[in-house]
């Protein structure tokens, strides 16, 4: 693929996650261009692409990765179907970005790995956060802190009140179509980030459980990672009485606090304070899109985020919630 040509991108699962997150940015980026869309629901699937001006539409993933203006694809889906509409597509020739989390499982995300080796067709992980600039100040602000101490998570909420986009099932708590809790869907950008912060961890260890019993899922998870000598603890609970949202990268001449989901960092070093704010895109996805969308034209060597790290994130959610309290 050339640098001058248009990617059409098809999207499989134009749920709610891709009305304003993702989906509208297709059309923002440079050589990118929504051209299809498709849900189960074929008359949910044209009202979207009429309201967000989308050429084509269908009710068969299978259709739209066959169509052959279509030559790219983000699969939107819930984590049960990634592997095999992922599959499918990288056979078909088509380039794939795929949603986090990655698949149901480590095991799940290596065989699409395989089948991009396999068939010599890119994909990439929607681990989104890498590029937005808030995250990529943090990062940057690590190296001001001096050597690494400690990490603290918290994330804390009260139950069903998710801050993730709604839908009409409540697919997120049911471990056979998302592979977990909430744990699965918010924690893989925490666990993805951290390993982007500080590499691959040398040690795992963490418990969950199910306490509130009232889904199948897990709503509470405990973990020690260790990154060489930095260890990272937190507590993700989804049935808390209250909510919070934060994260403590603390160093030798200060720390970082911000919060996963929010738009402001506070950095403390050598005693003075400094706030920075942040007003994040409108369509959240936007920043790495962009260079998912070079990526797949060559306009730019390095995958923003390879099938690799969405492995290694799996195979951590998968090691911590495999254990039980």
Known sequence: MHTEQLLNWG??????????????AFNQ?????LYAVMRRNAEKAADYARRHDVPVWYSSAHELIHDPQVNAIYIATPPSSHEFYT????KAGKPVYVEKPMALSAESCQLMAKAAETYNVKLTVAH????????IKIK???????DLRFVNIKFYQPPFSSIIASSEENWRVNPEISGGGLFHDLAPHHI?????????????????ANQSQQSKADDIVSALLTYNTLPVTGIWCFDAPMKEDLCEIVGARGSIQFAFHGSKIVLTKDGEITHFPFIHSKHIQEPMIAEVVKYFTNEIATNPCPAKEGINTMAIIDQLTGNKF
């Open 11 to 24: 999207i499989i699962g134009c749920g709610d996650v891709t009305e304003v997150k993702s989906g509208p």
């Open 29 to 33: 980026v440079p050589n990118s261009k």
């Open 87 to 90: 599959i499918e597509a990288l």
């Open 128 to 135: 989104y956060r890498r590029a937005m600039p808030y995250f």
């Open 140 to 146: 940057e602000l690590i190296t001001e802190i001096g």
């Open 192 to 208: 993805d980030l951290l390993n982007w912060f500080f590499g691959e961890p040398t040690r795992v260890n963490g418990f969950s």
